[in-house]
């Protein structure tokens, strides 16, 4: 019979490589920075930035900016400052070939420049939210505007309402048909109708609150409901669906004026929409 001595050599092995041989470490995660590029904006010269593609996103970091697409334009947003010195803050852009653009926001009463075009070389790709083409987007506003109406939500005052009285979907699009009512004797000048994702509860704002939707097309450039007029217009934009802690809200500013109205919808009003 062997001495145990002689498996002293084959357990002195066997302890060295359970020692020595560890489990390969995980393969990092890595992350690529964007690269933001600086924006001058002022109160009182408007700054206008060229993008390649359609936008289809828009992110601003303070509500300082004001910020909107071009009329009859598609891939021109339009940036002003609300007030004049407003602090330093951020904004991103997605276009519709998917990819984003970030940018660093500040005030300068003169800014350098007055149009600005992005380089597409700077972006990266996201996920596409459209892929559809404009015929098939004309076509799903023409049947959302003659589709018949789902929903009734009203907003009003100083005797103008605006009513979402319909909610649709098609392919990559929701599609919102609002009614404007002008029953007073005061012709309503429309400077902007905007959309946004923003908390239900309001905290300490934050740039991941309060996110603008562009639309992608409108039936119409709406710019006045004249008094004792009725006014119809439908709004593409990509299709999404919420959280319960976000809301979606529709604001129809009056230019000039103070009767601006906000129909706001929650998640579950968000997913009652009607296939075209």
């Not at 145990?4 to 060295?16: G, H, Q, R, T, V």
């Amino acid at each position: 019979m062997k001495s145990n001595k002689a498996y002293y050599p084959i357990i002195c092995s066997l302890l060295a490589a359970l020692f020595f041989t560890q489990p390969a470490p995980a393969q990092p995660i890595q992350f690529f920075a964007i690269e933001s590029h600086p924006v001058e904006i002022s109160a009182e010269r408007t700054v206008a930035v060229i993008f390649p593609f359609s936008i289809t996103s828009v992110d601003r970091g303070s509500t300082q900016i004001l910020a909107q697409k071009a009329k009859g334009t598609q891939n021109v947003l339009l940036l002003k400052a609300a007030q004049k010195d407003i602090p330093p803050t951020s904004l991103i852009v997605i276009t519709s070939d998917g990819a984003i653009y970030s940018f660093e926001v500040s005030y300068r009463k003169e800014p350098s420049s007055l149009i600005l075009l992005s380089n597409p070389a700077s972006s990266r790709s996201a996920k596409s939210v459209s892929g559809i083409d404009e015929r098939q987007i004309s076509e799903a506003i023409d049947l959302a505007s003659r589709h018949p109406t789902n929903l009734k939500k009203r907003s009003s005052g100083g005797g103008v309402s605006a009513v979402l009285e319909g909610l649709f979907i098609s392919e990559q699009l929701m599609l919102l048909r609002v009614s404007l009512d002008n029953k007073s004797a005061i012709d309503y000048e429309v400077e902007s109708v905007r959309m946004f994702v923003a908390d239900r509860r309001q905290v300490k704002r934050t740039a991941s609150q309060h996110s603008e939707i562009l639309p992608v097309k409108m039936s119409v450039e709406l710019s006045q409901v004249k008094g004792s007029e009725q006014r119809s217009l439908v709004i593409a934009i990509p299709k999404m669906t919420l959280p319960r802690a976000k809301q979606f809200t529709i604001e129809v500013h009056e230019k000039g004026g103070a009767r601006h109205l906000r129909i706001k919808l929650n998640a579950r009003q968000l997913r009652g929409v009607s296939a075209l």
